[in-house]
């Protein structure tokens, strides 16, 4: 029996996942990672990788949480384990606080976390412009590590790599059975979807070994972040921003945001300054349909559009994916499969 061909576009944190859930649970499958940029030049590599969702509009609550505990479920496992240094996961505590009192104080993922709870009015004193906040542990991903590694668990479950530009879906239709886009801000092009931008995220890596806990502004938009080698201090979210260079005055405004929140940062050195644009989009885009390909009606999954959660969600949506390869597999008549 001929084995099926399925390519996944796309090398960040989605794509990865996505194409290890299907080569490790499907071997009927032979399965190529197909991009042109890989670690450590994706927009996943400079994110902060801490778990931690947002909540999109029009997707029932149900899947968004079965998203977020089966990739924290993935990673805790990872962070418990022997691979947690090379992998580049790791456990991290530390603070989320709010200028004001959020309408929603225990939010749905809360109960994921370890150890959620409210923070004391004695904890609230060191920030003085904020009136609430939770304290919690959650997990934090490496990208720079954590991509090689899933690469190496893909390779080992027979996937291969293949690095290129793929310009539209007709590349592919003679060579693959079955296509799963996990293309990012590349599927407004891709796939012709207008319903994906940029948010132009800056950040910076800092020298602070001192720093154990990590301060997340409840906006989103200030943060400080220990990883394993470094601290990450940001950051923006610019949409329909496409700018790639560094720009000095965010610069300026994370160091001054950060510090405020942790005067100790004065004495920490840049290391480096990283811009990414995330794939943002009012919704991510996980399902299925059948594209008109040279002639050939080709099933084509799509998994993109997860903004700045890529790493909270990837592993979730990946399983959601593997789960519409499956429904594909089943549908397609038995002549592709021979």
């Not at 399965?31 to 801490?50: H, N, R, Y």
């Not at 000095?248 to 300054?273: H, M, Q, W, Y």
Request: aromatic content about 8%; glycine content about 10%.
């Amino acid at each position: 029996m001929k084995r099926v061909r399925v390519a996944v576009v796309g090398a960040g944190v989605v794509g990865f996942s996505t194409a290890v859930c299907i080569a490790e649970a499907l071997p009927s499958c032979s399965v190529t990672l197909i991009a042109e940029k890989f670690s450590p030049d994706t927009t996943s590599d400079g994110a902060a990788g801490i778990l931690y969702p947002g909540t999109f509009p029009d997707i029932p609550l149900e899947r968004q949480r079965h998203w977020f505990k089966d990739s924290f479920d993935h990673l805790l496992a990872i962070a418990q384990s022997e691979h947690a240094p090379e992998a580049g996961v790791m456990l991290s505590s530390g603070w989320q606080i709010f200028k004001e009192v959020p309408a929603n104080k225990k939010p749905h993922f809360s109960e994921c976390m370890f150890g959620f709870r409210f923070m004391t009015d004695e904890e609230l004193k060191r920030f003085p412009d904020h009136k609430f906040g939770q304290a919690f542990t959650t997990v934090k991903c490496e990208c720079s590590s954590y991509l090689p590694w899933l690469e190496k668990r893909f390779r080992r479950a027979g996937g291969q790599v293949e690095k290129r530009k793929v310009n539209s879906l007709q590349e592919l239709s003679s060579s693959y059975d079955l296509i799963v886009n996990c293309s990012g801000l590349g599927s407004k092009t891709l796939v012709d979807d207008g319903d994906v931008y940029p948010v132009r995220g800056q950040v910076l890596k800092v020298e602070a070994p001192w720093l154990q806990h990590f301060i997340r502004d409840g906006d989103g938009k200030t943060y400080i972040y220990p990883g394993i080698h470094s601290v990450t201090i940001g950051g923006t979210r610019q949409q329909d921003d496409w700018r790639l260079n560094v720009d000095p005055g965010d610069t300026k405004g994370i160091l001054e945001r950060c510090g405020r929140l942790e005067p100790s940062l004065s004495k920490a050195k840049v290391l480096s300054k990283w811009v990414g644009l995330r794939p943002g989009r009012k919704n991510p885009r996980v399902e299925r349909e059948v594209v008109q390909l040279q002639g050939r009606r080709v099933p084509v999954v799509h998994n993109y559009g997860h903004g700045g959660w890529g790493v909270t969600l990837a592993w979730g949506t990946a399983r959601d994916a593997l789960g519409l390869v499956r429904q594909c597999l089943h549908d397609m008549p038995l002549q592709a499969k021979l």
